[in-house]
């Protein structure tokens, strides 16, 4: 299968995706608040071109079920993006007036190129990466979880096989409308190359 | 370069202009000891950003009103020889083109691609007059001399000047408020992509 032929070439990123001090600081619930301040804020941006993506794709298929499946995942992601509205009103983001870090912008314009401009198999390529890193990210801190854990709510989210479900809807739909070339490996993996540098760009900005 | 450097877009940039334009890239071309190395990254690096800003001002010819076509089909026109003469240049001294792009010019491309489908042609026309005045006159600060005499040409020559004028004619005679900030964007990547150009 396509998906996890895609998901092993890439398992080097993943393993530094997993080990990235951001996302071991949300495991053991000491990363800074205000890091993760910012990165909703980023995240939240991102999401919205991840929206946006899922529409393009949806407007280049001329399957039902695959534009109902896009339908449905755009519903997942306006709910994701409640998840981040509830942090912003308990932590005070502001995320109307998002700056995206340069990182974020490199993987929105990346994602808007394809979305755009490719072809709907290498869309649903550079869109997998973010679905299956969180699913597995999820699944991988949720035995960190404890009592009164400040990231609780992250951790459940895509832990949760609310979220794990698209992921795979999403893995399949790969598999059925790409084949292996070089155009999706390289969607692939400069997505999940994208998602690293994502990690690491609100630890680098100064508060 | 005043006419340019004097224009509302150039003066709002501040610092970023500056930072766009010098390059320790030309400075060791002025100087004469720019390494082959680093030479082969530009031309490969630049014929990638090429080809994608040939996406980038097809789409954006396609969403400009009529008046204005004529000066950025000239511009792909342009483009489209410029490609060849790469291709050319590359042969002759050897070089492979079909190389994967660095980040930095990805990250341009992107840019230049994203925003030719996303933003209205107003502030595409700012986009274009950045990269394009930009070059002007980062080139045109070297004397067309030496080793490299023609590719400082290609970018400082009589022909692009007038081209340039022409773009920041249409910037002017199509204001938004976003060209600012976009134009800045430009900047920014044209001053990552001379680092890389030096750096690796």
């Not at chain 1, 709907?120 to 699913?135: D, K, S």
């Not at chain 2, 067309?144 to 081209?163: D, K, L």
């Amino acid at each position: 299968m396509l998906h996890g032929l895609l998901w092993q070439l890439n398992s080097e990123i993943t393993r530094r995706c997993l080990e990235h001090p951001f996302v071991r600081g949300l495991a053991d619930g000491t990363l800074e608040r205000e890091v993760f301040k910012r990165y909703v804020a980023q995240d939240a941006f991102f999401l919205r071109t991840f929206l946006r993506a899922y529409a393009l794709a949806a407007a280049k298929s001329d399957d039902l079920e695959q534009v109902r499946l896009f339908h449905q995942l755009m519903a997942g992601v306006v709910d994701e993006l409640k998840l981040h509205a509830g942090y912003a009103a308990k932590l005070g983001i502001d995320l109307g007036h998002v700056e995206p870090y340069p990182a974020t912008s490199a993987y929105t314009n990346f994602l808007l190129r394809i979305a755009w401009h490719g072809s709907l198999a290498e869309i649903v390529a550079a869109m997998v990466p973010c679905m299956r890193l969180y699913t597995f990210l999820g699944s991988e801190l949720s035995g960190s979880l404890r009592p009164e854990h400040p990231y609780e709510d992250w951790i459940k989210t895509y832990s949760s096989d609310d979220f794990r479900a698209p992921a795979r809807q999403l893995e399949s739909l790969l598999d059925n409308v790409a084949v292996d070339c070089p155009t999706g490996r390289d969607a692939y993996r400069y997505a999940m190359q994208c998602e690293l540098d994502f990690f690491s760009a609100p630890m680098e900005v100064p508060p | 370069m005043r006419e340019f450097e004097q224009s509302t877009l150039i003066v709002r940039a501040g610092d970023l202009w500056s930072q766009a334009t010098k390059a320790q890239f030309l400075s060791a071309i002025r100087d004469g000891n720019l390494p082959q190395e680093a030479f082969s990254r530009w031309l490969a690096q630049d014929y990638l950003f090429a080809r994608g800003a040939t996406t980038f001002l097809a789409v954006t010819i396609a969403k400009t009103p009529r008046p204005a076509q004529k000066v950025l089909i000239s511009g792909l026109t342009a483009l489209d020889l410029e490609l060849d003469w790469f291709e050319e240049n590359a042969q002759k001294r050897g070089l492979d083109l079909n190389v994967a792009p660095h980040q930095t010019c990805r990250r341009y491309v992107d840019f230049l691609v994203a925003s030719a489908y996303s933003q209205p042609f107003e502030v595409l026309l700012a986009i274009l007059y950045g990269a394009e005045v930009s070059y002007l006159c980062a080139w045109s600060a070297l004397e067309a001399t030496g080793p490299y005499a023609e590719f400082i040409h290609r970018w400082s020559n009589a022909q692009f000047v007038e081209y340039v004028r022409q773009l920041l004619r249409l910037c002017e005679q199509y204001p938004h408020a976003d060209q600012q900030a976009q134009f800045n964007e430009v900047l920014r990547h044209e001053r990552d992509f001379w680092r890389m150009t030096w750096e690796g």
